[in-house]
C-alpha cells in the first residue's frame, strides 16, 4: 500500500527540491537545470529567483550566462517564455510542438484562416539568413507578401513552428527593450548539431526531480503536454508512489528529496511569476486556496510572494522614488514579531541586490 504524504510533507520536499529551504551553491546553468528552467516574461523575476535560491548570487552571473549562450531565453513549457540552459532548451522544444501548435488558437487562429501556413513558415524562416529580427519587423516582412493578413498573426505563426530565442539584452536586468529573434539553431551555431531530442519519460523525470512528489495532472499543466498516463505506466518501474491527503496518487523517484516535515523553513521572497506556483495543478502544498485572487491577478500578473514556513503568506513589491527603493509588503493575516522581523531582513538583502546604484537609500513597508 501506497505511504500517505501530508500537504506538509509536499511542502518541505518541493521547497527543498526549489532550493528555498536553503540558499545552495551552484552555477547559474547547475540551477537552472536542476528547476527545470524559469518562467520568464520579464526580465528580472528570473533574477529574483536565483537570487532567492543560490548563496552569493550576482546579476551579472546570469547576464553573462546568457551571453555566452549557456542559457537561452525562449518559448518552452506551456508555450510561455522560459530560460533554460542551452542543452535543454534543444532537446526539450521539438517535444514542445504540440503545445506552441495550441498557442495559435483564438484570434490568431481566425487571423490565419485559409493561409498556406507552411508557405509563411517558411518564408518567416528565410527571412532570418539575413539577420535577427524584433517580432514586429518579422510580422511587417511577412505582411508585405501576405497584405491581408495581420502583421501580428503572420509573427505568432513564425514564433510558434520556429524555435527563438531572445537575443542579450533582451531578458536581461532591467532590459525591456523589444527583443531581437534568431532561431536556436543558428543562435548556438555547432553545438546545436550535437543535440538529442528528450522524450516525454525525460521530461517527466526531470519534473519530478525539480517539483516531486507530484500527480500526472501536474505534471501537464507544468508542461502542456498531454499523454503522461503512458509515460507513467512506462516509468513505473522506476518510480515510487505515495498517496495525498484527499487520496491522490503522487509519482516520485526514489532517492528523491523528501525532508522531515518538521523541518523548519527560512523567511523567502519570491519572484513573480515563480515556478514555485505554476507547476502543480493543486497549490495547496505551497498557498492556500483562499489566497489565490491575491496572488494571481485579472490581467495575468503573479505576483511576488512571502513565504513563511514554506507557505505563501503575503505579497512584496519594490516601489521606486528617486534614489530611494522600498520593499511594500502586504501580509494576508498578522505576522509574528519574529517572523515580521525575518521578513523584513530578507526584504533588505533584497534590496541590496536590487539596488540601482550607489547611495539609493533602502527601506521596508509594512502594509
Given at each position: 500500500m501506497?505511504a500517505?504524504?501530508?500537504?506538509?510533507?509536499?511542502?518541505?520536499?518541493?521547497?527543498?527540491?526549489?532550493?528555498?529551504?536553503a540558499?545552495?551553491?551552484?552555477?547559474v546553468a547547475?540551477?537552472?537545470?536542476k528547476l527545470?528552467?524559469?518562467?520568464?516574461?520579464?526580465?528580472?523575476?528570473?533574477?529574483?529567483?536565483?537570487?532567492?535560491?543560490?548563496?552569493?548570487?550576482?546579476?551579472?552571473?546570469?547576464?553573462?550566462?546568457?551571453?555566452?549562450?549557456?542559457?537561452?531565453?525562449?518559448?518552452?513549457?506551456?508555450?510561455?517564455?522560459?530560460?533554460?540552459?542551452?542543452?535543454?532548451?534543444?532537446?526539450?522544444?521539438?517535444?514542445?510542438?504540440?503545445v506552441?501548435?495550441?498557442g495559435?488558437?483564438?484570434?490568431?487562429?481566425?487571423?490565419l484562416?485559409?493561409?498556406?501556413?507552411?508557405?509563411?513558415?517558411a518564408?518567416?524562416?528565410?527571412?532570418?539568413?539575413?539577420?535577427?529580427?524584433?517580432?514586429?519587423a518579422?510580422?511587417?516582412a511577412?505582411a508585405?507578401?501576405?497584405?491581408?493578413?495581420?502583421?501580428?498573426?503572420l509573427?505568432?505563426?513564425?514564433?510558434?513552428?520556429?524555435p527563438l530565442?531572445?537575443?542579450?539584452?533582451?531578458?536581461?536586468?532591467?532590459?525591456?527593450?523589444?527583443?531581437?529573434?534568431?532561431?536556436i539553431?543558428?543562435?548556438?551555431?555547432?553545438?546545436?548539431a550535437?543535440?538529442?531530442?528528450?522524450t516525454?519519460?525525460?521530461?517527466?523525470?526531470?519534473?519530478?526531480?525539480?517539483?516531486?512528489?507530484?500527480?500526472?495532472?501536474?505534471?501537464?499543466?507544468?508542461?502542456?503536454?498531454?499523454?503522461?498516463?503512458?509515460?507513467?505506466?512506462?516509468?513505473?518501474?522506476?518510480?515510487r508512489?505515495?498517496?495525498?491527503?484527499?487520496?491522490?496518487?503522487?509519482?516520485?523517484?526514489?532517492?528523491?528529496?523528501?525532508?522531515?516535515?518538521?523541518t523548519?523553513?527560512?523567511?523567502?521572497?519570491?519572484?513573480?511569476?515563480?515556478n514555485?506556483l505554476?507547476?502543480?495543478?493543486?497549490?495547496?502544498?505551497?498557498?492556500?486556496?483562499?489566497?489565490?485572487?491575491?496572488?494571481?491577478?485579472?490581467n495575468?500578473?503573479?505576483?511576488?510572494?512571502?513565504?513563511?514556513?514554506?507557505?505563501?503568506?503575503?505579497?512584496?513589491?519594490?516601489?521606486?522614488?528617486?534614489?530611494?527603493?522600498?520593499?511594500?509588503?502586504?501580509?494576508f493575516?498578522?505576522?509574528?514579531?519574529?517572523?515580521?522581523?525575518?521578513?523584513q531582513?530578507?526584504?533588505?538583502?533584497?534590496?541590496?541586490?536590487?539596488?540601482?546604484g550607489?547611495?539609493?537609500?533602502?527601506?521596508?513597508?509594512?502594509?
Amino acid at each position: 500500500m501506497a505511504a500517505l504524504l501530508s500537504r506538509r510533507a509536499l511542502n518541505r520536499a518541493t521547497l527543498a527540491r526549489q532550493m528555498l529551504l536553503a540558499r545552495r551553491k551552484a552555477t547559474v546553468a547547475e540551477a537552472i537545470e536542476k528547476l527545470a528552467g524559469l518562467q520568464a516574461q520579464a526580465p528580472n523575476p528570473p533574477y529574483i529567483g536565483l537570487w532567492s535560491r543560490l548563496e552569493g548570487f550576482r546579476r551579472e552571473q546570469l547576464t553573462d550566462a546568457l551571453r555566452k549562450r549557456r542559457v537561452v531565453r525562449m518559448s518552452t513549457l506551456r508555450a510561455t517564455l522560459h530560460l533554460m540552459t542551452a542543452r535543454d532548451a534543444l532537446a526539450w522544444r521539438p517535444l514542445l510542438e504540440a503545445v506552441h501548435q495550441r498557442g495559435l488558437s483564438g484570434e490568431h487562429s481566425r487571423a490565419l484562416e485559409g493561409i498556406d501556413r507552411a508557405a509563411v513558415v517558411a518564408a518567416g524562416a528565410a527571412l532570418f539568413d539575413e539577420g535577427p529580427l524584433t517580432a514586429t519587423a518579422l510580422g511587417q516582412a511577412l505582411a508585405a507578401r501576405w497584405k491581408d493578413r495581420a502583421p501580428a498573426s503572420l509573427a505568432a505563426l513564425i514564433r510558434n513552428n520556429v524555435p527563438l530565442v531572445h537575443l542579450p539584452p533582451a531578458g536581461s536586468w532591467n532590459s525591456h527593450q523589444n527583443a531581437q529573434l534568431q532561431p536556436i539553431a543558428q543562435w548556438l551555431g555547432d553545438s546545436a548539431a550535437d543535440a538529442n531530442a528528450a522524450t516525454q519519460d525525460d521530461l517527466l523525470l526531470r519534473y519530478l526531480a525539480a517539483f516531486g512528489p507530484a500527480t500526472l495532472a501536474d505534471a501537464g499543466a507544468w508542461s502542456g503536454l498531454t499523454g503522461w498516463k503512458a509515460v507513467a505506466e512506462r516509468l513505473k518501474p522506476q518510480l515510487r508512489m505515495f498517496v495525498g491527503e484527499e487520496g491522490q496518487e503522487l509519482f516520485d523517484l526514489p532517492r528523491a528529496p523528501r525532508p522531515d516535515p518538521d523541518t523548519p523553513a527560512p523567511p523567502r521572497l519570491v519572484a513573480e511569476w515563480d515556478n514555485l506556483l505554476l507547476s502543480h495543478v493543486d497549490r495547496s502544498r505551497v498557498m492556500s486556496e483562499a489566497h489565490r485572487a491575491r496572488v494571481f491577478t485579472v490581467n495575468g500578473i503573479v505576483r511576488g510572494t512571502v513565504l513563511l514556513d514554506g507557505l505563501v503568506s503575503g505579497t512584496w513589491k519594490i516601489e521606486r522614488a528617486k534614489n530611494a527603493a522600498t520593499v511594500v509588503l502586504e501580509p494576508f493575516a498578522r505576522w509574528s514579531k519574529a517572523d515580521r522581523l525575518g521578513v523584513q531582513e530578507e526584504a533588505m538583502r533584497l534590496l541590496a541586490f536590487a539596488a540601482d546604484g550607489e547611495g539609493e537609500r533602502h527601506d521596508v513597508r509594512v502594509l
